[in-house]
């Protein structure tokens, strides 16, 4: 492939372009939106002065976020890295701890394991999903890892691991049905980390309802944005419960006394952002028409290049196609490395997958299974300008 670079690149452009049309240059890889009721909603917060994290929006925003996701509560959080940590806490993870996560997945999965002061422990990936692969988690436990006082002992290491993190990588739900299976058999918490998955189902069942509990992300390159939040959501009152009272500084209920019952979080989601959030939800739906019919697009223009294609969603899922992603067929970073020069010299912002974690200095001396799908995909991967309105009629 290395010999037809410059076509491969020029044709990858060419395609992109007639994907997105005349949309202004440069063309960002997900820009957010605000087509609804956000200034009416924000302006209510400010004529009003409820700006911080107590409000009608943050209690709007939870119902709706935990409707969205089929699940009977929700807990609103400054970021989706404040919501993963609050997640792993609540499920019972616990400093010197070793949580199951893959390697193939932003930092921010990972960081939320060392915040708390357990250390992440890296799988492999399934490359129908590009999330965590069941087979290789089993395999890796079964060889690597003991029962001992109810608990599951890593050998090599002697310590407990307590909780697996599937990510739904770009949107496209990981397979949950086979890790439900694995985490059971070795009592294990499934805490989901559905950063990126708002809108997408598995099976008919939301994505956020797949795990013990769940985490959200709402950044501003999100589906939907609060500006900077994220959300735990549960099917789960005593997990919803701990998790509100940790993230309100552990703060019991008084009229007028500040009496703290253990060291909590300032992780609320103010009422601001969260008023954002309400005009977001309702777009949701359209939100979501509109990147599949953008994902439409995107198949079709590269329907026939011999040696790349477009990443399809998972068999009986519904994926939201929050970024599309072409994948080289053979691993090859001097070709994705071309193609990402010129389709950013081009104006059209791509970007590579994330640095495999076990990669990274911090991490290298983690524990992990044997990882030969996260090394190859690391070098396949390119996502492309994936905006909701690029895919608008």
């Known amino acids: 492939m290395t010999s037809r670079m410059p076509s491969i690149s020029k044709d990858i452009v060419e395609r992109i372009n007639l994907v997105v049309g005349n949309a202004p240059r440069p063309v960002p890889l997900h820009a ?7 200034w009416e909603k924000v302006k209510d917060c400010l004529d009003t002065g409820w700006v911080s994290s107590v409000g009608r929006y943050v209690d709007e925003f939870e119902y709706k976020v935990a409707e969205s996701c089929g699940t009977k509560f929700g807990v609103a959080l400054v970021n989706g890295t404040a919501a993963l940590q609050m997640a792993l806490q609540v499920v019972g993870v616990k400093p010197g701890d070793e949580v199951l996560v893959p390697s ?12 708390l002061g357990a250390k992440p422990h890296f799988i492999d990936i399934d490359p129908d999903t590009l999330g965590l692969s069941p087979t290789a988690l089993e395999e890796h436990l079964r060889q690597n890892c003991r029962a001992q006082n109810s608990a599951l ?14 990510m739904h990588v770009f949107g496209h739900p990981a397979s949950m049905r086979k890790i439900w299976q694995v985490a059971e058999e070795f009592g294990l918490h499934i805490v989901e980390d559905a950063a990126e998955a708002l809108g997408s189902e598995y099976f ?14 709402f950044n501003g390159n999100k589906t939907l944005t609060t500006g900077g939040g994220g959300a735990i959501v549960t099917n789960d009152a005593t997990l919803a419960t701990r998790a509100k009272h940790l993230s309100t500084t552990a703060k019991l209920p008084h009229q007028w006394e500040f009496v703290h019952d253990e060291v909590g979080y300032n ?13 977001q939800l309702e777009q949701l739906p359209e939100r979501l028409l509109q990147k599949r019919a953008l994902a439409d697009k995107y198949f079709e223009a590269f329907k026939d290049l011999e ?3 477009m990443f399809q969603e998972p068999a009986n899922c519904k994926s939201n196609f929050w970024l599309n992603t ?68």
């Open 32 to 38: 957010p939106e605000f087509n609804g009721s956000e």
């Open 104 to 115: 193939l997945s932003f930092v921010a999965t990972a960081n939320a394991v060392v915040h």
């Open 153 to 166: 002992i890593n050998k090599a290491t002697g310590a407990r691991i307590s909780a697996v993190v599937p």
């Open 204 to 217: 008919g069942s939301p994505c956020g309802s797949l795990g013990h509990v769940a985490a959200l992300s």
């Open 267 to 279: 992780f609320r989601m103010p009422n601001l952002n969260a008023a954002l959030g309400c005009a």
């Open 307 to 309: 040696d790349i294609e």
């Open 326 to 393: 072409l994948v080289l067929k053979t691993p090859d970073l001097e070709v994705r490395d071309d193609i990402l020069r010129a389709t950013n010299a081009a104006g059209l912002q791509c970007r590579p997958v994330w640095r495999a974690l076990h990669t990274l200095e911090f991490f290298k001396s983690n524990p992990r299974s044997k990882l030969p799908a996260t090394e190859s995909f690391e070098k396949r991967l390119i996502n492309v300008p994936s905006s909701a309105w690029l895919g608008a009629a």
